[in-house]
């Protein structure tokens, strides 16, 4: 679906007003992005708004300024934005930040954006790498046969693919995302959003309330994430074990297994070399004489320099041992069979047992007859194909954890380039555990353009501009939240996922004492500046503890309603999760569908919670303990 007319004139305003130095056809680039959003009910939502902008007495409700949006003056469209940034009402705080999000990032990922905030963009051309594996061609309708069909490529995909593979089984990958290896990785962000992220980067709750940042490529998520690969932490396999009943997290098989695939990336500490944002996280945490230490990382000869940050677009040194460079690649050579760009519909099941999946690739149906189907498509997506698949279970969809991030940011006295260096370095667990296993850690990520547009607070487009023009000296301190309590997925009338999720009061008290902590920490590295992305700016200049305090009241004046703090998840978990019941959860111990025979899942969906850690590497162990025992049914 296309934008009506109408709603195009007035996006053409939104965007100018947004951004005022923007092309001359950002709206129309941002109409292009409209366009691209997952769900039908998201562009026709936005369409009616834009036409509504610019119904004077719709305004004159809403703003008090009795004029439709494109006969406003720039003072007024910016009056009238900045109400519904702040709005009390969330439906106008979700609308403001589609507009919000969608114009600025569409805008500071172009070259003349990017460099008009003094970010270089992309340090070089890609290199010459050939492609080792050869995607099956689809050019017609097509039936395929194999013993085991596993959708999905990332974490989960592509270990029980190649552990199933070398145990003798022949088996096809169904991959939703394209082919990408190191020959590819542009370093645009706009590229890299387009290629190699799920809807482009644009996949959110149903409210917008939090953005959802997940791999679509083949090598899913492992391809695009930080390199950082914490093996499950004793506390949360004990807990797993005892509240959950299954007993195998706590056995020295399980261990096994998470010392296999660890072994197989050559999980180290060795290639941790702290960026300027790890320098002044270390600064900060040691001068309060809290926790840190060096995180694990899936890496190997990792340069740890300028280009490293640019690694959540992929690694061009082949560095980052991805599925796609390891485990997929030696199923491939082992005849594996993948086909890329293949949106999978439906599990075929028939009596109580699976008899395949049907899909699509670009306009072709693809059937795949198999006596096994392993579903490894994410937390979002595996239970959204179950549902389309019919199937019933109480718990599907259901204990979505996601791991809330967001961060608090400086503006420091030093360059620091938060953009370059090694991906992630170090980490602090000083407030892990603030109870019975909840709590947060401290890491840092790279900031590019497209994060400071959407971290950064818009009250007007100087004050959005000043913010971006801070980036070279902007050090962020990422808040990961280890959630207690879940969202839900379901599916829409086409049949697309769609996440609900709210921060429950439980998880917000932790939210609130990680802002304060990461305040403290940047005001013992020497931050000038210190700032949240909500929607209302509030910011302080370090002082005394007595500023941080009236900074904090400030927040919580702010709100922490829905789109009033910018929330991220990079990692999505326990939506099918594994329990020892059909009455709380979706599947067995051995990873069965409750109630159909050859139906597994293999992914951080069968998470029993969250993590707390950056989920990977337990992915990864349990899809290896999943191959082993899919193998002997």
């Known amino acids: 679906m296309s934008l009506s007319p109408a709603a195009r004139t007035v996006l053409r305003a939104v965007a100018t007003t947004l951004v005022p130095d923007g092309a001359a056809d950002l709206g129309d680039q941002v109409a292009e992005s409209i366009s691209g959003l997952p769900r039908p009910r998201d562009r026709a939502e936005l369409d009616l708004l834009l036409r509504l902008l610019d119904f004077s007495v719709v305004n004159l409700v809403l703003s008090g300024i009795p004029k439709a949006f494109t ?21 106008r705080r979700k609308a403001f930040q589609a507009l919000k999000r969608l114009t600025t990032v569409r805008h500071y990922t172009t070259a003349a954006g990017a460099h008009s905030i003094g970010y270089p963009g992309p340090l070089g051309p890609p290199p010459s790498v050939p492609k080792p594996i050869k995607p099956l061609v689809v050019a017609t309708d097509t039936t395929l046969s194999c013993d085991v069909v596993v959708i999905g ?38 590229d890299a959003l387009r290629t190699m992220y799920d809807a482009g980067g644009l996949l959110a709750t149903s409210d917008l309330g939090l953005v959802v940042l997940q791999g679509s490529t083949l090598g899913g998520g492992t391809v695009i994430n930080y390199t950082t690969s914490f093996a499950t932490p004793d506390a949360v396999r004990h807990e797993w074990a005892s509240e959950h009943d299954l007993p195998h997290f706590e056995t020295a098989e399980y261990t096994r297994s998470i010392e296999a695939v660890a072994r197989r990336l050559g999980v180290n500490t060795d290639q941790a070399k702290p960026s300027g944002r790890d320098q002044i996280l270390i600064r900060g945490l040691e001068r309060l004489g809290w926790h840190h230490g060096l995180l694990p990382r899936d890496v190997q ?11 959540g677009m992929g690694c061009r040194r082949g560095a ?46 693809v059937s795949v007859r198999a006596k096994s189907v392993v579903v490894a498509a994410g937390s979002i997506h595996s239970p959204a194909l179950l549902l389309r698949s019919g199937v019933h279970l109480h718990a599907l969809g259901r204990n979505l954890a996601l791991h809330p991030a967001t961060a608090v940011l400086a503006h420091m006295n030093e360059d620091v380039r938060p953009w370059t260096g090694t991906v992630q370095a170090h980490y602090s667990d000083q407030f892990a555990d603030l109870d019975r296993g909840y709590g947060f850690k401290f890491e840092t990520a790279p900031v590019h353009p497209s994060l400071q547009a959407l971290a950064a607070p818009w009250e007007s487009a100087a004050s959005h501009r000043a913010r971006m023009t801070q980036l070279r000296r902007t050090a962020p301190v990422g808040i990961l939240l280890r959630d ?76 922490w309603g829905s789109n009033q703090l910018l929330l991220v998840t990079f990692h999505q978990m326990a939506s099918c999760r594994m329990g020892a019941s059909a009455a709380t959860s979706v599947v067995d111990a051995e990873h069965r569908v409750w109630g159909i025979r050859g139906l597994y899942v293999a992914d951080a969906s069968t998470f029993p919670s969250a993590s707390g850690v950056n989920p990977m590497l337990t992915v990864m162990a349990i899809a290896h303990r999943a191959a082993g025992v899919i193998a002997t049914h």
Not at 71 to 91: D, F, K, V
């Open 153 to 190: 490529s990332g974490a989960g995909g592509g270990v029980v693919a190649a552990e199933l593979n070398a145990a003798g089984k022949d088996v096809i990958v169904l991959e939703k995302g394209g082919y990408q290896n190191e020959g590819d990785f542009t370093h645009r962000e706009a």
């Open 301 to 311: 000869g990792c340069a740890q320099d300028d280009g490293c940050g640019y690694c």
């Open 484 to 559: 207690r309590f879940g969202g839900r997925v379901t599916v829409d009338r086409h049949g697309a996922a769609v996440t609900h999720y709210r921060l429950s009061s439980y998880d917000r008290a932790h939210l609130r004492r990680a802002i304060a902590a990461a305040a403290e920490l940047l005001e013992a590295a020497g931050a000038r500046d210190i700032w949240l992305p909500l929607a209302r700016a509030v910011s302080y200049e370090p002082s005394t503890t007595a500023a941080r305090e009236g900074w904090l009241r400030r927040v919580d004046a702010a709100g």
């Open 71 to 91: 006969a406003m003056s720039g003072i007024e469209r910016e009056r009238c934005l900045r109400g519904w940034a702040t709005s009390r009402l969330p439906q």
């Open 320 to 365: 980052k041992q991805s599925t796609l460079i390891t485990y997929l690649q030696d199923a491939a050579a082992r005849g594996t069979r993948i086909v890329v760009n293949c949106d999978v519909q439906r599990v075929m099941i028939e009596a109580g047992r699976v008899t395949g999946v049907t899909a699509r690739v670009e306009n072709h149906t």
